[in-house]
């Protein structure tokens, strides 16, 4: 089996699970039907598309920079006749996290998936539309199963996480996988059965979590220059090439 790899940093990211009414709060890590719902977009999909070409992948998360939780609030409107109401809601986000996601399946399937997130159809986004990724996303393929391409692909976090964590004497990065059928682990309701407006619906899959040790990545590691990966966050990157980019326009 082969391993799709996806590096999901930002300034905001935000997965929402039990999200309901006026109070949309956030997993502290990807959640499967997050990082499916944005494969579906990249490659144009309907919300009413079959998702079955997904069912079989194995999914998984490796933190490698653990974000912090932040609350913002919306002042919502609702005018009925002569009447108005409005109230407060609640969004929370993780700011400045970074974490590897990968997703267990064939070659053929994965080589599929990774052309549309390399020309996505629609805007792709972490969790939420106003939470753009930064820097490169797709990482390629691994010829390796899932638990293997997590623990040895290259540390991703940004250079003065890296830094603090080497202080802190951090020797461990946390991965959040799908449970194998021997393992025992605990139940989360975010394996996607339809993203349809009019029939939403989830199930619940089996997660294990463990650890992983630094040096033991860190032994695998190539340099951030040879994979070609910013890990700092440039807002006008995606427009160095453009013809009409803003910083043409000033020269």
């Not at 267990?104 to 986004?125: N, Q």
């Amino acid at each position: 089996m082969s391993t799709l790899l996806f590096r999901l940093a930002a300034p905001m990211q935000s997965w929402g699970i039990s999200s309901k009414f006026d109070r949309r709060t956030t997993q502290m890590e990807p959640t499967r039907s997050g990082v499916i719902g944005m494969i579906v977009a990249a490659m144009g999909l309907s919300r009413e598309a079959s998702l079955d070409v997904f069912k079989p992948l194995k999914f998984g998360v490796r933190i490698d920079q653990p974000g912090t939780i932040k609350k913002d609030f919306q002042m919502a409107h609702r005018q009925k006749g002569s009447k108005s109401n409005t109230w407060v809601t609640y969004r929370y986000y993780l700011e400045d996290a970074v974490f590897l996601a990968g997703l267990e399946g064939s070659s053929e399937v994965l080589a599929e998936l990774a052309s549309s997130m390399t020309h996505p159809v629609y805007p792709l986004a972490l969790g939420r539309r106003s939470c753009p990724p930064a820097g490169k996303l797709y990482l390629g393929i691994r010829e390796a199963g899932l638990v293997t391409a997590l623990r040895q692909e290259a540390w991703q976090a940004s250079p003065w996480y890296q830094r603090k964590a080497r202080r802190q004497h951090i020797s461990f990065l946390e991965i959040v996988r799908d449970a194998e059928p021997n393992e025992n682990g605990y139940a989360v309701r975010d394996f996607p059965e339809s993203f349809s407006q009019k029939r939403r619906l989830y199930h619940f899959r089996n997660v294990v979590r463990e650890q992983v040790s630094l040096s033991q990545i860190l032994g695998h590691e190539n340099t951030e220059n040879e994979q070609g990966i910013s890990m700092e966050h440039d807002p006008m990157a995606l427009l160095e090439d453009d013809d009409v980019s803003i910083k043409s326009q000033n020269q």
